[in-house]
């Protein structure tokens, strides 16, 4: 059944306060610490026996779900996060993040970790969620890695989604990882990201190899990576059963699978993000007649800061709320 009324999707304004991608990506990532939410931790065993653990904000028995799948070391106390559900949470509508292995602040007990193509994990947390609420709207958002690793599941997954969600939203999506590797991997981005990414995915991966020995992965080296790059060869590549980072970032791109998408989703890229070159993201013709794209010129990487300084974070979950509502479940 067509809908009658038309999607209305605010536009994005960035302030002129805070001028440029980095500055729009940095400031909301450090020093907009709102009001802390209170989650409600739950710990849930894979099928493959391995532990993640999942923050929930509760609400009303019955009201929507919005499921949002962070990004490349982020959780629930990642800005993007509290800004959605603080958003959501007052119009009755229930958030939970399902973490990634070794995130979450919990070493999970695989050798395993996680990574930007893992939609085999997206389709179990999302299908785990269905069979507990039957007869509830679930939405999904996925935030940079996060994002990509959802849309390459959509994709993946064509019209049998639409039995597990409503509709879905990636912001920010590295849809092409290698110009995104390689765009984080140079000039001031490797100081001013990179660096403090692979301070957290060292130790963390340092930790697990005393825990599990793994004679594929070179202790020395991985304390010696500098690059994105580097990290994905030595530890994720072969930690997720790929020969390189190479292969790794090839198939783990969710960009080839954009025109299977069957479900309504929105893609939200802005033009300046540091993290995902313009030239590397989709056009119209490859993605699916589902998929809407939003491409403001600012906004950095999950930035999108507007008003007066010190600025708020309601545009991107107004929008994000605008669209799933837009393609809410016709009630019968």
Not at 139 to 144: C, D, E, P, Q, T
Not at 250 to 266: D, G
């Amino acid at each position: 059944m067509h809908r009658e009324h038309r999607l209305d999707l605010p536009p994005y304004r960035a302030p002129a306060w805070l001028p440029g991608g980095h500055a729009q990506t940095i400031y909301p990532a450090l020093f907009m610490w709102r009001r802390a939410l209170r989650y409600r931790r739950e710990g849930w065993v894979t099928p493959d026996l391995d532990t993640i653990v999942v923050d929930w904000v509760d609400g009303r028995a019955g009201t929507p779900i919005v499921v949002l799948f962070h990004g490349l070391e982020g959780g629930s106390g990642s800005h993007y996060a509290r800004a959605l559900f603080q958003y959501a949470y007052p119009r009755g509508w229930r958030g939970v993040v399902p973490h990634f292995r070794t995130c979450g602040n919990v070493i999970n007990r695989l050798p395993r970790a996680y990574h930007a193509g893992d939609s085999k994990e997206i389709d179990w947390v999302l299908t785990r969620l269905r069979q507990r609420f039957p007869d509830v709207p679930i939405y999904a958002v996925g935030v940079s890695l996060g994002g990509n690793a959802l849309l390459k599941w959509l994709g993946e997954s064509g019209s049998r989604a639409a039995l597990v969600i409503s509709a879905a939203a990636a912001v920010c999506a590295p849809v092409d990882l290698a110009a995104s590797g390689a765009a984080l991997d140079t000039g001031v981005n490797r100081h001013l990201y990179t660096r403090e990414f692979l301070r957290t995915l060292r130790r963390k991966t340092l930790e697990k190899l005393k825990l599990t020995n793994n004679p594929f992965i070179d202790r020395a080296k991985v304390g010696r990576a500098m690059t994105l790059r580097e990290f994905d060869d030595l530890v994720t590549a072969p930690l997720h059963g790929f020969h390189s980072v190479d292969h790794y970032w090839r198939e783990a791109s969710s960009k080839p699978h954009l025109k299977n998408i069957a479900v309504p989703t929105l893609m939200v890229h802005a033009l300046n993000d540091p993290f995902v070159p313009a030239a590397s993201l989709p056009g119209e013709d490859d993605v699916s007649p589902s998929v809407t794209l939003l491409r403001p010129k600012e906004g950095g990487h999950v930035g999108f800061v507007s008003g007066p300084p010190p600025g708020k974070l309601d545009w991107l979950p107004n929008v994000l709320v605008r669209f799933f509502m837009h393609h809410a479940p016709l009630r019968h």
